[in-house]
């Protein structure tokens, strides 16, 4: 039997893994009833099991019957603090607290995987690490697994990396969506205190009054990303908190505002940080009154690699038909620390459509209390994982998997 077949034979347990950590949700990087579920779905198969020591990851190591390259294979595990209002049975048990971004599939899926290409060990020509991340949801649960080692897990670096995202609108139920090159947005945050010298609202000439100030660097940072930036190498800047004084008629001593900015490079990303800082610092200046101004990069942008992208929408095209892959037109401005992995791996990151209603256009959005997840995803999802890991095995070492293969 084919892997999709195999997969298909598993899909019954896989959605009741899913239910049960659908209903048990966790935030963050501690995550131990999510792991304990995970190690004793893991327990029976013949796999180099670690977990995290500053997080509760688990790293899961497959030695292949013939040497090659090393594959690797990313789930997210973590939930969202939401209060689930999808209506579902088996709705989250935790007020508070919702798989609302649909990590509960990528878990069971990748446990799915580890399944699938466990049966398949001697017929593997190299080594497969599964990746059971906590903390996606702005923790950097990647960026803690790669400095505690995932990378080099199989005691050589990883060659080649693939992930799936579950979407629960956009994209029709059961098609991958891709697109090569950046598939999400860099994120970074602009924190910035315009500090004045409060008084009377009725003699602001007495007074150092930083909410004008701070207005202008608002509306001058939109000009800045209008007029600094390549319109095809966008940047998104939404002040989203602005806050200053207490009272009509008095002057306060500063103002704060925060922004999000968005932008799909790291040069870009790091330019908008530089520009920024400059704008509000002369501002300010030419106002006479100081300003404290920091840009924290957050997650890179994360990018598909060429040939990495192809292969997998090849794989998928080959393995479910061609109209179950479409390609992404436009990245997506949420951003992935999956994006830590790509930076240093050439891999994939591949959508895939598990929208439980009728039609996705109309239907709640990831991290939406009402997101509703379909699992009957679940074993394609499993099954292209798999394949992927074998697929890109059976490449001969160091070449690109669109090369011929021995
Ligand atoms: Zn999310
Ligand atoms: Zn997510």
Do not use: W
């Amino acid at each position: 039997m084919g892997l999709r077949e195999d997969a298909a034979s598993l899909q019954d347990e896989l959605a009741l893994l899913r239910r049960e950590l659908h209903q048990i949700p966790e935030v963050g990087l501690d995550l131990p009833r999510t792991q304990e579920r995970v190690l004793a779905a893991l327990a029976p198969l013949p796999l180099e099991i670690s977990t995290g020591t500053g997080l509760s990851s688990v790293t899961a190591v497959l030695r292949g019957g013939r040497p090659g390259p090393v594959v690797l294979l990313r789930g997210d595990m973590d939930a969202l603090p939401v209060t689930e209002a999808s209506g579902l049975p088996y709705s989250s048990r935790h007020h508070g607290v919702m798989h609302a971004c649909g990590h509960d599939l990528h878990t069971a899926g990748l446990v799915g995987a580890a399944r699938l290409l466990s049966a398949r060990r001697d017929e593997l020509a190299g080594d497969v690490v599964f990746m059971f991340q906590p903390g996606e949801e702005g923790l950097d649960g990647a960026a803690h697994m790669i400095s505690e080692g995932v990378l080099t897990a199989a005691g050589r670096p990883v060659d080649a990396a693939y992930g799936l995202h579950v979407l629960s609108s956009t994209v029709a139920r059961g098609v991958f969506s891709a697109r090569p090159g950046p598939l999400m947005a860099a994120s970074a945050g602009l924190f910035v205190r315009v500090v004045g010298a409060g008084g009377h609202g009725s003699t602001p000439h007495y007074t150092l009054d930083p909410i004008p100030v701070a207005a202008e660097m608002v509306t001058a940072l939109q000009a800045m990303v209008t007029r600094r930036f390549n319109v095809f190498d966008p940047v998104v800047l939404t002040v989203g908190v602005f806050q200053a004084g207490t009272k009509r008629n008095i002057i306060p001593d500063d103002a704060t505002f925060e922004a999000t900015v968005r932008s799909f490079s790291t040069a870009t990303s790091a330019q908008a940080g530089e520009y920024a800082v400059a704008l509000c610092e002369h501002i300010a200046a030419a106002h006479g009154m100081r300003v404290e101004v920091r840009y924290e990069q957050e997650y890179p942008a994360t990018v598909n690699d060429a040939d990495e992208y192809e292969f997998a929408a090849s794989t998928v095209r080959d393995v479910f038909g061609p109209d179950r892959f479409e390609d992404l037109v436009d990245p997506m401005t949420g951003s992935e620390d999956f994006s830590r992995v790509l930076d240093r791996v050439p891999g994939a990151y591949v959508f895939l459509g598990a929208c439980a209603g009728d039609d996705p256009k109309t239907a709640p959005s990831n991290h939406s209390p009402r997101a509703a997840f379909d699992d009957s995803v679940l074993a394609d999802g499993a099954a292209l994982l798999a394949e992927l890991a074998v697929r890109r095995l059976a490449a001969p070492a160091g070449t690109s998997p669109k090369a011929p293969r021995a």
